[in-house]
């Protein structure tokens, strides 16, 4: 039978304002992009009148028929997509195996290994030079612009060397005794125990790339068939500014602002991350216990 702890007033005053201290942070913390989605759907002549924090005064979707208006929006969407999801793959199993093979104790040149990896870290050629090398390598007006730079991240091989170091050795022995090849232990031990780090990365990874348009606007700016989402987003808000507060293209009065299509154009292109968080969300409680209990 459960004993049933009467909290003292002390306890009682404490839960309160602990309760009160997390509302404010998450109202704080999701009012903005609230007031976005409030914006998205108000007119947007009447938008500027202020006065609109909660609900829309003059409902419409009128904002977001102008970001969908856009010829190239479905084919700039794919980009993004196909980028993030290559790019994330290739990138956590190129970094995971290297990280795999940097936790060896007995990796040859391993000290010059470190440093070759730790230098470019601080110290980086600049923008001029590295689009130099990006030409050479004819990965401008590319897809593989957005992968292969992408493959490699140092910081990422701390992170999972940290990680693989708690995991015992004598999985490791043992698979090898038992026959098994690197690749084989990699995939079928290392990588299992270790979905809470892959995940965790793999999410950062992945709004890196979803929210990246500054590789498109310099490697890709000579062909439309790789721009990507946020360089397309970019591009209707320097039309939205040109045109919009000047009545319309030809003179046709419309209903929507800058502001307004900022504000539609900004849901679009962060809600499909936002509904892929929650699948990920059990693994960083995973590891935040895995990281914290310890026998």
């Given amino acids: 039978m459960a004993i049933k702890h009467k909290k003292s007033r002390r306890e009682i005053a404490f839960d309160i304002f602990n309760y009160f201290l997390m509302a404010v942070i998450m109202f704080v913390t999701v009012y903005p992009f609230y007031y976005v989605i409030v914006g998205s759907l108000n007119d947007g002549m009447d938008f500027l009148k202020g006065g609109i924090y909660f609900f829309p005064r003059k409902w419409t979707f009128a904002n977001y028929a102008e970001v969908f208006r856009r010829d190239n929006l479905l084919n700039a969407f794919a980009v993004t997509v196909l980028r993030t999801v290559v790019g994330v793959v290739t990138h956590m199993l190129f970094t ?46 590319t897809f593989w612009v957005y992968i292969i730079p992408w493959l490699f991240g140092f910081w990422d091989v701390l992170i999972m060397k940290s990680f693989f170091a708690g995991i015992p050795d004598s999985l490791s022995e043992a698979a090898r005794i038992d026959g098994m090849g690197e690749f084989a232990l990699f995939f079928k031990i290392i990588f299992p125990l270790s979905l809470p780090v892959f995940a965790a990365l793999a999410l950062f990874n992945g709004v890196g790339q979803w929210n990246s348009f500054f590789d498109s606007l310099l490697y890709n700016s000579g062909t439309d068939r790789y721009i990507t989402l946020q360089h397309l987003v970019v591009l209707m808000l320097k039309e939205a500014e040109s045109d919009k ?22 849901v679009v292109s962060t809600l499909p991350i936002l509904l892929i968080y929650p699948f990920l969300q059990k693994y960083f409680v995973y590891g935040v216990m895995t990281g914290a209990v310890k026998e």
């Fill in 96 to 141: 995971g195996l290297f990280a795999f093979g940097f936790c060896r104790k007995d990796l040859v040149f391993k000290k010059f290994y470190w440093l070759v990896c730790l230098i470019p870290m601080f110290i980086g050629g600049g923008t001029i030079p590295y689009y130099l090398l990006l030409i050479d390598l004819h990965l401008t007006d």
């Fill in 245 to 266: 507060l000047a009545g319309g293209p030809g003179g046709v009065i419309v209903r929507t602002t800058s502001e307004s299509v900022q504000y539609a154009s900004i």
